[in-house]
């Protein structure tokens, strides 16, 4: 996927390196956008904030403190742990990436949108392309589950038996036994 299209635009690889899966969506922050569009995050933001009625909470979401922790800890390297964050970043649904380009009226945003969307749309080809073998692999999962469970059963019966088997016979005592002359 090492493409890159006319002009300026940042690398494929860059743009699929910055979609991130939170809340079990795909999406990109504020910040990535801002420095793919080449604006300031604030303009980006107070873009969306003039025209909140075209970001409802499936197309634009504010990033909870757990899950920037919990980002911060996984995903985003350059953010330093600890950090004291003023504004929580907006996480930005393939819909709401779509909607930017109807606020930002740039030509690099006009362009960097036109990628993301192609982008999007390749990951959902190839999402679907592996669903048949993420199915086969579930079913691996889950049969792997119940050997154990059933091998874990097994041994426990055996255990059992033994238990039993040592509690019926009687001990004999090992040894010449000897005699009275």
């Given amino acids: 996927m090492a493409k890159q299209l006319v002009g300026s635009e940042p690398p494929d690889e860059l743009i699929l390196n910055k979609i991130y899966v ?4 795909k999406i990109m922050l504020d910040r ?4 793919l569009y080449e604006v300031e995050t604030k303009v980006l933001n107070q873009a969306v904030k003039r025209n909140l009625e075209r970001f409802p909470p499936d197309f634009m979401f504010e990033l909870t403190k757990e899950e920037v922790g919990e980002f911060s800890r996984s995903q985003i390297v350059t953010m330093k742990q600890g950090q004291n964050i003023k504004y929580l970043p907006s996480a930005f649904t393939e819909q709401g990436v779509a909607m930017l380009s109807g606020v930002l009226k740039s030509k690099r945003a006009i362009q960097v949108n036109i990628q993301i969307m192609r982008l999007f ?7 679907a392309e592996h669903a048949d073998l993420r199915l086969e692999i579930d079913g691996i999962k889950q049969k792997l589950s119940s050997h ?3 091998i ?6 055996l ?11 009687p001990r004999r005592q090992i040894g010449y036994l000897a005699q009275d002359p």
Wanted: glycine share 2%; aromatic share 6%; hydrophobic share 35%.
């Fill in 22 to 25: 939170i809340r079990r969506q």
């Fill in 121 to 127: 749309t390749r990951l959902r080809g190839v999402m």
């Fill in 152 to 157: 874990e059963l097994v041994f426990q019966y």
């Fill in 32 to 35: 990535d956008l801002a420095k």
């Fill in 148 to 150: 154990s469970q059933n």
């Fill in 159 to 169: 255990d059992e038996l033994v238990e039993k088997k040592e509690e019926a016979l």
